[in-house]
Protein backbone atom coordinates (compact mmCIF):
# COMPACT_ATOMS: atom_id res chain seq x y z
CA UNK A 1 0.00 0.00 0.00
CA UNK A 2 3.05 2.11 0.89
CA UNK A 3 3.99 1.46 -2.42
CA UNK A 4 1.78 2.59 -4.16
CA UNK A 5 0.85 6.25 -2.35
CA UNK A 6 4.66 6.43 -3.40
CA UNK A 7 4.02 6.08 -6.93
CA UNK A 8 1.30 7.97 -6.89
CA UNK A 9 2.61 10.63 -5.07
CA UNK A 10 5.72 10.67 -7.61
CA UNK A 11 3.44 10.67 -10.80
CA UNK A 12 1.70 13.95 -9.61
CA UNK A 13 4.76 15.09 -8.84
CA UNK A 14 5.87 14.69 -12.06
CA UNK A 15 3.06 15.78 -13.86
CA UNK A 16 3.07 19.07 -12.18
CA UNK A 17 6.80 19.78 -12.91
CA UNK A 18 6.20 19.11 -16.63
CA UNK A 19 3.20 21.32 -17.38
CA UNK A 20 4.66 24.50 -14.90
CA UNK A 21 7.94 24.03 -17.12
CA UNK A 22 6.15 23.16 -20.40
CA UNK A 23 6.26 25.29 -23.56
CA UNK A 24 4.81 24.20 -27.04
CA UNK A 25 7.11 23.36 -29.79
CA UNK A 26 6.09 26.07 -32.19
CA UNK A 27 7.09 28.91 -29.15
CA UNK A 28 10.25 26.84 -29.10
CA UNK A 29 10.70 27.15 -32.79
CA UNK A 30 9.77 31.03 -32.70
CA UNK A 31 12.64 31.62 -30.13
CA UNK A 32 15.64 29.58 -31.43
CA UNK A 33 14.89 31.64 -35.03
CA UNK A 34 14.66 35.26 -33.65
CA UNK A 35 18.08 33.87 -31.67
CA UNK A 36 19.75 32.55 -34.71
CA UNK A 37 21.83 35.46 -36.50
CA UNK A 38 20.44 36.83 -39.93
CA UNK A 39 21.51 35.68 -43.20
CA UNK A 40 22.23 37.81 -45.96
CA UNK A 41 20.46 35.89 -48.57
CA UNK A 42 19.06 38.04 -51.95
CA UNK A 43 15.88 35.56 -51.50
CA UNK A 44 12.91 36.37 -49.46
CA UNK A 45 11.70 33.36 -48.06
CA UNK A 46 7.69 33.57 -46.62
CA UNK A 47 6.25 31.43 -43.51
CA UNK A 48 3.06 31.99 -41.52
CA UNK A 49 4.93 34.52 -39.37
CA UNK A 50 6.67 37.18 -41.87
CA UNK A 51 3.60 36.59 -44.58
CA UNK A 52 2.48 40.04 -45.35
CA UNK A 53 -1.20 40.86 -44.30
CA UNK A 54 -2.31 43.96 -45.55
CA UNK A 55 -0.33 43.54 -49.71
CA UNK A 56 -0.99 40.95 -52.26
CA UNK A 57 2.09 39.31 -53.28
CA UNK A 58 2.44 38.58 -57.20
CA UNK A 59 1.01 36.19 -58.99
CA UNK A 60 3.12 34.25 -61.38
CA UNK A 61 1.31 34.04 -65.03
CA UNK A 62 -0.15 35.87 -67.55
CA UNK A 63 -1.28 39.52 -66.99
CA UNK A 64 -5.34 40.08 -67.53
CA UNK A 65 -6.03 42.29 -70.82
CA UNK A 66 -8.03 45.37 -68.81
CA UNK A 67 -4.60 45.88 -66.90
CA UNK A 68 -3.51 49.57 -67.97
CA UNK A 69 0.14 48.82 -66.98
CA UNK A 70 0.68 46.75 -69.56
CA UNK A 71 2.05 48.43 -72.49
CA UNK A 72 0.95 45.81 -75.07
CA UNK A 73 -2.99 46.11 -73.96
CA UNK A 74 -5.02 47.17 -76.80
CA UNK A 75 -5.89 50.83 -77.02
CA UNK A 76 -9.47 51.58 -78.13
CA UNK A 77 -8.24 53.75 -81.09
CA UNK A 78 -6.89 50.21 -82.59
CA UNK A 79 -9.56 47.38 -82.36
CA UNK A 80 -9.32 46.28 -85.84
CA UNK A 81 -5.09 45.37 -85.39
CA UNK A 82 -6.15 43.45 -82.00
CA UNK A 83 -8.95 41.55 -83.87
CA UNK A 84 -6.17 40.52 -86.66
CA UNK A 85 -3.89 39.40 -84.14
CA UNK A 86 -6.07 37.67 -82.27
CA UNK A 87 -7.18 35.94 -85.64
CA UNK A 88 -3.50 35.27 -86.70
CA UNK A 89 -2.79 34.20 -82.94
CA UNK A 90 -5.80 32.09 -83.03
CA UNK A 91 -4.87 30.97 -86.47
CA UNK A 92 -1.59 29.79 -85.53
CA UNK A 93 -2.11 27.87 -82.71
CA UNK A 94 -4.95 26.12 -84.57
CA UNK A 95 -2.11 24.72 -87.20
CA UNK A 96 -0.08 24.26 -84.44
CA UNK A 97 -2.36 21.65 -82.47
CA UNK A 98 -3.35 20.11 -86.18
CA UNK A 99 0.41 19.50 -86.83
CA UNK A 100 1.08 18.35 -83.29
CA UNK A 101 -1.90 15.93 -84.05
CA UNK A 102 -1.22 14.84 -87.42
CA UNK A 103 2.47 13.70 -85.95
CA UNK A 104 0.78 12.08 -82.91
CA UNK A 105 -1.38 10.49 -85.43
CA UNK A 106 1.11 8.91 -87.78
CA UNK A 107 3.74 7.91 -84.63
CA UNK A 108 0.50 5.92 -83.89
CA UNK A 109 0.39 4.08 -86.94
CA UNK A 110 3.74 3.88 -87.07
CA UNK A 111 3.71 1.81 -83.43
CA UNK A 112 0.89 0.25 -84.85
CA UNK A 113 2.39 -1.19 -87.95
CA UNK A 114 5.46 -2.22 -85.67
CA UNK A 115 3.44 -4.58 -83.74
CA UNK A 116 1.89 -5.97 -86.21
CA UNK A 117 5.67 -7.10 -87.72
CA UNK A 118 6.77 -7.96 -84.91
CA UNK A 119 3.57 -10.34 -84.06
CA UNK A 120 4.51 -11.52 -87.33
CA UNK A 121 8.01 -12.58 -87.17
CA UNK A 122 7.27 -14.16 -83.82
CA UNK A 123 4.51 -16.19 -85.48
CA UNK A 124 6.73 -17.34 -87.91
CA UNK A 125 9.62 -18.44 -85.82
CA UNK A 126 6.68 -20.57 -83.60
CA UNK A 127 6.17 -22.01 -86.30
CA UNK A 128 9.38 -23.05 -87.86
CA UNK A 129 9.90 -23.91 -84.25
CA UNK A 130 7.37 -26.27 -84.37
CA UNK A 131 7.91 -28.07 -87.31
CA UNK A 132 11.56 -28.41 -86.16
CA UNK A 133 11.10 -30.04 -83.35
CA UNK A 134 8.08 -32.21 -84.56
CA UNK A 135 10.58 -34.42 -86.80
CA UNK A 136 12.82 -36.05 -84.70
CA UNK A 137 15.26 -36.77 -88.00
CA UNK A 138 15.21 -33.07 -89.21
CA UNK A 139 16.65 -32.21 -85.85
CA UNK A 140 19.32 -34.71 -85.90
CA UNK A 141 20.17 -33.60 -89.58
CA UNK A 142 19.74 -29.84 -89.12
CA UNK A 143 20.87 -28.66 -85.75
CA UNK A 144 23.66 -26.41 -87.10
CA UNK A 145 21.12 -24.90 -89.59
CA UNK A 146 18.77 -24.85 -87.31
CA UNK A 147 20.83 -22.97 -84.12
CA UNK A 148 21.98 -20.01 -87.11
CA UNK A 149 18.76 -19.14 -87.89
CA UNK A 150 17.47 -19.41 -84.40
CA UNK A 151 19.83 -17.21 -83.34
CA UNK A 152 18.80 -15.04 -86.44
CA UNK A 153 15.19 -14.76 -85.80
CA UNK A 154 15.69 -14.01 -81.96
CA UNK A 155 18.13 -11.13 -82.86
CA UNK A 156 15.27 -9.49 -85.69
CA UNK A 157 12.77 -10.11 -83.04
CA UNK A 158 15.07 -7.87 -80.38
CA UNK A 159 15.59 -5.46 -83.33
CA UNK A 160 11.95 -5.06 -83.78
CA UNK A 161 11.57 -4.57 -80.37
CA UNK A 162 13.91 -2.05 -79.89
CA UNK A 163 11.98 -0.17 -82.56
CA UNK A 164 8.78 -0.48 -81.12
CA UNK A 165 10.41 0.77 -78.08
CA UNK A 166 12.17 3.51 -79.90
CA UNK A 167 8.73 4.53 -81.33
CA UNK A 168 6.65 4.75 -78.52
CA UNK A 169 9.15 6.56 -76.61
CA UNK A 170 8.76 9.28 -79.55
CA UNK A 171 5.00 8.76 -79.62
CA UNK A 172 4.84 9.85 -75.51
CA UNK A 173 7.13 12.66 -76.54
CA UNK A 174 4.83 13.92 -79.46
CA UNK A 175 1.92 13.42 -76.60
CA UNK A 176 3.98 15.38 -74.05
CA UNK A 177 4.58 18.42 -76.28
CA UNK A 178 1.28 18.64 -77.60
CA UNK A 179 0.09 19.04 -73.58
CA UNK A 180 2.35 21.63 -72.82
CA UNK A 181 1.07 23.34 -75.92
CA UNK A 182 -2.50 22.95 -74.48
CA UNK A 183 -3.82 20.61 -77.40
CA UNK A 184 -6.61 18.26 -75.53
CA UNK A 185 -5.88 14.50 -76.88
CA UNK A 186 -9.39 13.03 -77.92
CA UNK A 187 -8.18 9.75 -77.51
CA UNK A 188 -6.08 8.71 -74.63
CA UNK A 189 -4.17 5.72 -74.45
Known sequence: MKRMACMAAAVVILLGVSAATGQSLGDAARAARK?????????????????PKDEH??????ESSGDASNPQAPTPNA?????KDKAAEAADHQKAAEDLQK?????KQKVDALNH???????????RAAVMYSDA???????A??????????QDIAEKQKAIDAARQELENAQEEARKAGLKQKDQE
Open 35 to 51: NKPPTTSTTRHYDNDNL
Open 57 to 62: LSVVGP
Open 79 to 83: PADAA
Open 103 to 107: KIDEQ
Open 117 to 127: ELDLAQREYRL
Open 137 to 143: GNRLRNS
Open 145 to 154: NWDKEDAQYK
